[in-house]
């Protein structure tokens, strides 16, 4: 069962055509990694998949619901797909545990209780529970992008994306942040991940999407492929 369908998919900014004629399907629990170089139109997909951006033609299916459908609702979908950015994008004035609490609490409006008993185990998952009154100023970058995959999981999405991780991350905390993406990956959420890094796409991911200008040119679950040795 497919959790993202692209179906001859276009987007043009103006008359920049950023994304040709796309056919991807990701299925549910499927770990999908995306290379390919600056200015491929990685990240344009990704911002398509939650609404961020919309499709000029085609058809985008999105955990059963055609985003193109006007009676599709939007925050559901932004709800149901997180987004794990490069730049972590946490609430600077807010403490960790605020970070993680607040989607549930106000976009949800759940149980404040239940929301920070969640939130308490999810730090724990990614190792940072006795972060919980800390601020994002606070700590290291490797430690807020793992606030910030805690903040996406509390919403209880059926699929998370991931716009380069770890790109903005000192080699040193590469690895926990990835750990932790391996966690996730190994519960059997659906991640489509835009990374650098070919450890994760090789040993995690279950196939890599190579995109160049705009198009996909290599879609495949033999991910070997992709390695000489
Ligand atoms: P990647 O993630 O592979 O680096 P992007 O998806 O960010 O690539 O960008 C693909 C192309 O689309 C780039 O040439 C970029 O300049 C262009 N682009 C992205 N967003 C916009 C926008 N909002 N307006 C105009 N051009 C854009
Ligand atoms: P929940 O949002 O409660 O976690 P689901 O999203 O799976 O659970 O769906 C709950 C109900 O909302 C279902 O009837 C589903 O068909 C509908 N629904 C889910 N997503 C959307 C959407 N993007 N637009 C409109 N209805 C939706």
Excluded: W
């Excluded at 209780?113 to 009154?133: I, S």
């Excluded at 380069?164 to 966690?183: H, R």
């Amino acid at each position: 069962m497919s959790m993202i369908e692209f179906h001859d998919v276009n987007k043009y900014f103006g008359k920049f055509h950023a994304l040709k004629n796309i056919n991807l399907t990701v299925d549910r629990g499927e770990v999908v990694t995306i290379i390919g170089p600056s200015g491929s139109g990685k990240s344009t997909l990704l911002r398509c998949i939650n609404g961020l951006e919309r499709i000029t033609s085609g058809q985008l299916i999105v955990n059963d619901f055609d985003l193109a459908d006007k009676k599709t609702d939007m925050n559901r979908i932004r709800k149901n797909v997180g987004m794990v950015f490069q730049h972590f994008n946490l609430y600077a004035n807010k403490n960790v545990l605020q970070n993680v609490t607040l989607g549930p609490d106000l976009v949800l409006k759940r149980n404040k209780q239940e929301v920070e008993q969640e939130a308490h185990d999810l730090l724990k998952m990614v190792g940072l529970e006795n972060k919980a009154d800390s601020f994002p100023g606070e700590l290291s970058g490797g430690q807020q992008q793992r606030v910030a995959i805690a903040r996406s999981l509390a919403m209880k999405p059926k699929a998370i994306l991931f716009d380069e991780p770890t790109s903005a991350l000192d080699p040193e905390m590469i690895g926990d942040v990835l750990d932790v993406m391996q966690k996730i990956a190994e519960q059997g959420m659906t991640m489509v991940v835009v990374t650098h890094e070919m450890g994760f796409a090789r040993h995690v991911g279950n196939r890599i999407v190579f995109m160049d200008d705009g198009q996909i040119l290599v879609d495949s679950a033999n991910v070997d492929q992709f390695f000489d040795d």
